[in-house]
Every structure is written in C-alpha cells, then in structure tokens.
C-alpha cells in the first residue's frame, strides 16, 4: 500500500513538474516575444517630441511668429475603466476637477472621458503651469490614465498684423493658410522620440534608461517685410477705412529694385491665433481672402500704364504725337465714353495720361493691335500668376487674343472688361520703375538654421531669372510721363513739392449680380485706386491704394491718391526720396 502511494505522489510530482517545464519553456523560449511585448507595453511610454516651428521674422529681425514648448493631455479610457471598477468611483468625480484644473467645461470632459473608444485627446496647447497643478492631482489621487506629452503653441506678437501674409496653423502646427502654408516644408522641422520605463501612474521612472531621438527644429524664415513700414500703413489703411466707410481697403510698399514686398495690408483682417472664432464658414472664408494675391478687380486707369509702355516700346506712339478727344469714340458701331463727356480736345500723349483720356489710350490701342497688345498682357504676367510666395493666386480674367474684338481690345486698353490682381498691377509698375526689368514680386527673403554645432546655415529664397520686358529707354520716359501725371502737377492729389512722385490713379465700377443673378455693372459701387512711386529719377518705392467701395467718393484721384502721398512722405524718412 505504501509503495503504491508512493508511485502515484511520485508520478504526480513528476508530471507537475513536466507541465511546469512545460509551461517555463513556453513562456521563456516560445512565447517570450509576445509576453516581453505585452509587459513592455505597459511599463513603457514612446512619446512623439514635437520639433521646434521655425520663427519667422522681418527684415530686421523682428519676431513676426514663433514657438513656445506646451503640452497636451490623453486618456487611455481602457485604463479609466478599469479604475473606476477599481475603486468605485464615477467619471463625474474625476471629470470635475479635471475640468477646473484645465480650464475646461465639466461636461465636455465627462463627454471625453465616457467615449467608447480606448483614447482621446483631452485638450492640447496647455502651458507648464497647468501642467503642475494636473501632475499634484495626479499624485495626490493616484491616477493612471492620463497621458501627459510635448506639445507647441504658435503665438503672434502682433495679434492681427500682417494677418494675410503670416496665414496660420492648424491645431497639429501646420501651415494653412498664408507664408505659414507656403513655407511649411522650411519652417515645420522633424519630430523626435522619446522611449522611457514609467510607474503604474505613466510617471517617468528616475532610474530607467531613457532612448531618445531629438527633434530637428524647422528653419527660420526671414520676410523682406519691414515692420516699421507694415505697421504705418496697417493704421494708415485703417484711417482710410473708416474715412471712406469703405468695404475694404488694400495697401502694398514693394521695393522695385529686388521685388521684395515691404508692406502688405488687406482690411479687414484677422487673429492669425484664432481666425475662426465665433465666424461662420462663409465669414470665415470671407476675412482670410487675400485680396492682394486671391481676388481680381478691375483696375480702370492704372492700366493705361501698359497701354501706353507697350506702344512707346514698338514705337508706335511718342511724345511729340497728339489725340483729339471729342468725350467719345465710336468702336464697330459702339460708343465709348470718356471720361470727360464734354470732350478734352487736342491732347499730347502726356496730356493723355494725365487726363486719363479714354479716347486718346483707346486710339493708341489701336495704333498697337490685339496681337501685340496681347504680347504685352502676357509679357506683364497678367491672365497667369506671378508665383508670388502666397497661395491661391488668382490669374485674374484677360481676353483670348484669337477672340478678341475691336471692342474687346479698347475697353482691355482701358482697363475695362479683363480682371487683374493687385500684385500683378504692382509687377507691372515695378517693371516699368526697374528700367523695364520685371523682377517678381514676393515675400521670403531667406532661410537660417542653427545645426547641432551652433552653426548658422542660410539658404536664399525666390532667386529667379530677371526678364526684360520693355527697354530702359521705354522705362525712363514712360517714368516721366507719370511723372507728369503727379509729381509735375499740382492739382494731384498725390503731388508732393519736393519729392518727384510718379504714377496713375484708376476709378472702376465694380461688377455685381442683379436680383437675377446676371452680372452687371453698378451704379453706385467703385473701386477707388492709385498706384505709383518716387521718385521718378531713380525710383526706390512703389505704393499701391485700393479703396473698394468708398462711401464718400469715388475718384481714385480724390480717394486713393492722398493716402498714396501719405505712404510716400513716411518713406521718405527711411529712403531719402528727395
């Protein structure tokens, strides 16, 4: 009997033990990579470490954006579960201070933390002092489901300036709108990794070993905006808007020689931190359109300045030529007016721009013809875009050249029928104030980047081919035409004594829908505009003043031009343009 006990207590002891090695054999050699990842996955945290946005700034250096180090706040509601099973408590309980702690609302919490899914962002963009509050209440009621990591948050100085230009980020730092969008690739760096053991409340542990990859920074982007100048002429434009009760106002300070853009203003504008805030879908499409890059117009007079540069440049016209204007001019059967109905008489060609003669353009337009006037559109970029560093360029609206009527190349001539953007028009003044060399219009001068051993790299933006479109002999004297126009008379609004400003205003009636739907042109709503330099000699500044719908007048002349003077008299203080 004894020995049967002893067999079976043996045999027994053995196959436990078999089963035990068995199992030890399981775990140790054949499942040992599952297991190990299983236990790794719960005493192990990655954690993404968000590279550093570049900042950008003006020209001299000022912080136009930047970046500061934040944090966000996850749940791991599978984990939440588990502990409120736990301990017997409900999400409300831990949602309320929660939400007191992070400023959040209570039920909008409770909302997050009773999802069914397994995570959730529980807020983002949390500053460090938060943070402290939220890790003492992790501490204090032991709590292990919050998931703290690295955030940024992209401030703006300057709140709402130079709002069109910057654009903005969306809530993961990425460019959509704007420079931010455009230079996105430049400004956004490379994220890092950081792999760390953490205690059963996802606190780093001090003692593990921690593998980290460092994030790589983005470049900073260096703007050719001056800030002095961005900031004269946002007040400037706001004056403007309220002045005129305008609907909105556009200003534009280029440099000829570089195409570099100076100032750039479109009101209304906008919080480039908050550009959504309370506004609907369409309102906020509305506010964020650049009008400067993304809409066309009508530019009326200004135009004239192609008309006539295109037709000095093929010699079709000169200054010693002269146009009888009688206040209208009849076009395949159809009159077009001009602007003086009563008639200008006998003009020169100056007398022609500076009245801003309808009849006398519409006849050198015709001295031109639709071919090579077309040439001349093209060569001005207009009808394409100009590749300034903004997104949505429009290409504005021109005429085919293998359609074009009679009809259709005297109102082109005039800058009637065909739409253009501001920024072309500022392309085509440059042009004309560089001896007849477009160099285009942008905003990013150049890229730094500080690398791991404090050297400075830098990589310089929009270097492209210069192009000559008229030649200096046609710039100089389409220069002291405008001269004429402005500088060289004294009932201009934009006249100066001392300084030899030159340019063009134009006045548009604006293109509306009737209670049908068809499009037609107002009676009562203009585009007010001016655009020009100084001085004409040696041209160091171009302005660029658009009035859309002024209230209280609607001449460009009487509207657009004094604020062009005033943009001018401030530069004089910078460039010394007398």
């Not at 353009?361 to 077309?374: E, K, P, V, W, Y």
């Amino acid at each position: 009997m004894y020995n049967k006990r002893y067999l079976w207590v043996t045999a027994l002891t053995f196959f436990l033990f078999l089963g035990l090695g068995a199992r030890l054999f399981y775990v140790t050699v054949i499942a040992k990579d599952e297991i190990f990842t299983k236990a790794q996955s719960q005493i192990v945290r990655e954690i993404t470490i968000p590279a550093k946005r570049g900042d950008i700034l003006d020209r001299n250096g000022s912080i136009l954006a930047s970046t500061t180090e934040a944090y966000r706040v996850d749940a791991d509601l599978k984990t939440f579960r588990r502990l409120l099973e736990s301990k017997d408590k409900t999400a409300e309980e831990y949602a309320a201070p929660l939400a007191e702690i992070l400023g959040e609302d209570k039920d909008e919490l409770l909302a997050k933390l009773t999802a069914e899914n397994n995570g959730i962002i529980i807020k983002r963009k949390i500053e460090k002092d938060t943070i402290d509050l939220l890790k003492e209440y992790i501490d204090e009621n032991e709590v292990n489901f919050l998931l703290i990591g690295y955030d940024n948050i992209r401030y703006y100085p300057n709140n709402s300036f130079l709002s069109h230009v910057l654009g903005s980020v969306n809530i993961d730092g990425t460019g959509v709108m704007g420079i931010e969008y455009w230079y996105d690739e430049t400004l956004k760096g490379i994220s890092g990794i950081k792999i760390a053991e953490v205690d059963k409340q996802n606190r780093e542990l001090p003692y593990s070993e921690v593998i980290q990859t460092s994030a790589i920074d983005g470049s900073d982007l260096i703007l050719t905006i001056d800030e002095k100048v961005q900031y004269f002429i946002e007040n400037l434009a706001q004056k403007a808007m309220d002045k005129h009760e305008a609907e909105s106002v556009t200003m534009i300070v280029s440099d000829p020689k570089t195409g570099g853009v100076l100032g750039m203003v479109n009101l209304p504008d906008f919080d480039p931190s908050n550009p959504r805030e309370d506004r609907t879908q369409d309102e906020f499409d509305a506010i964020t359109r650049n009008f400067s890059v993304n809409d066309a117009y009508e530019p009326g007079s200004t135009f004239k300045i192609v008309t006539v540069s295109s037709a000095i440049e093929e010699g079709v016209v000169s200054e010693d030529d002269h146009f009888f204007c009688p206040g209208y001019i009849m076009v395949n059967g159809v009159r077009i007016n001009c602007v003086n109905r009563s008639g200008h008489g006998d003009q020169s060609l100056g007398d022609v721009l500076r009245n801003s003669c309808n009849v006398g353009t519409i006849m050198i337009a015709q001295r031109l013809g639709a071919d090579r006037f077309n040439e001349y559109v093209s060569s001005y970029l207009f009808g394409q875009k100009t590749g300034i560093d903004l997104p949505g360029e429009t290409t504005g609206i021109v005429f085919n050249k293998d359609s074009m009527t009679p009809v259709d190349l005297a109102t082109s001539a005039i800058g009637q029928a065909q739409t253009v953007s501001p920024v072309q028009m500022m392309n085509a003044i440059n042009t004309v104030s560089n001896g007849g060399v477009m160099i285009p219009l942008h905003l990013g001068e150049k890229a730094t980047l500080l690398d791991v051993n404090g050297n400075l790299t830098e990589r310089v933006l929009n270097e492209s081919e210069d192009k000559e479109i008229i030649s200096k002999n046609t710039a100089d004297r389409m220069l002291k035409l405008l001269f004429g126009v402005v500088g060289g008379n004294d009932r201009s609004a934009g006249y100066i004594e001392d300084i030899a400003v030159y340019g063009k205003t134009g006045t548009a009636q604006k293109i509306i829908k009737d209670e049908n739907g068809k499009q037609r042109y107002s009676d009562d709503e203009f585009i007010s505009s001016f655009i020009g330099g100084a001085p004409y000699q040696d041209p160091k500044v171009t302005v660029l003043v658009i009035i859309n719908n002024p209230k209280d007048a609607i001449y460009g002349n009487v509207v657009a031009a004094p604020w062009a003077k005033e943009i001018i008299l401030e530069m004089d203080k910078y460039l010394s343009l007398k």
